[in-house]
């Protein structure tokens, strides 16, 4: 079993920016991929980013490339999400999700793929 918390939501203006963290319990954390995922009132589940098991790969959905950068840090069982030239359109509530794979270059951008899923951290932009 995983448990993700993330933190670092909030309120900011447009343009400005916010790093999203995700702790993990357990010891196996390395064994997982990671996943951002985002939710609007009145949407689906959005693909955000994921990260290879070892953070040598990258992934992201096109509306997202050159703003956010997802990375992860196994030692301290955290990935984070780096969100820059913030727009009021990402305003959504924010999920970290762990899916376990044998594959070193594994990701998915699919939310039923995913295994595990912290309880959200809101992120709110303002015009």
């Known amino acids: 079993q995983v448990q993700l918390v993330e933190s670092g939501g909030g309120l900011v203006q447009a343009g400005g920016s916010l790093r999203l963290s995700c702790a993990a319990s357990?010891?196996?954390?390395?064994?997982?991929?990671m996943g951002w995922f985002r939710q609007a009132p009145g949407k689906e589940r959005e693909f955000v980013a994921a990260?290879?098991?070892?953070?040598?790969?990258?992934y992201y959905a096109d509306s997202m490339k050159g703003r956010f950068t997802i990375s992860r840090d196994n030692a301290k069982n955290t990935v984070y999400l780096q969100m820059n030239s913030l727009k009021p359109e990402d305003t959504a509530v924010y999920y970290c999700?762990?899916?376990?794979?044998?594959?070193?270059?594994?990701?998915?951008?699919?939310?039923?793929?995913?295994?595990?899923w912290g309880q959200g951290t809101q992120v709110t932009v303002s015009s």
């Open positions: 999700a762990a899916r376990h794979t044998y594959y070193s270059g594994g990701y998915s951008y699919k939310p039923n793929d995913y295994d595990y």
């Open positions: 357990g010891r196996t954390f390395s064994s997982y991929a």
């Open positions: 990260i290879s098991r070892s953070g040598g790969r990258t």
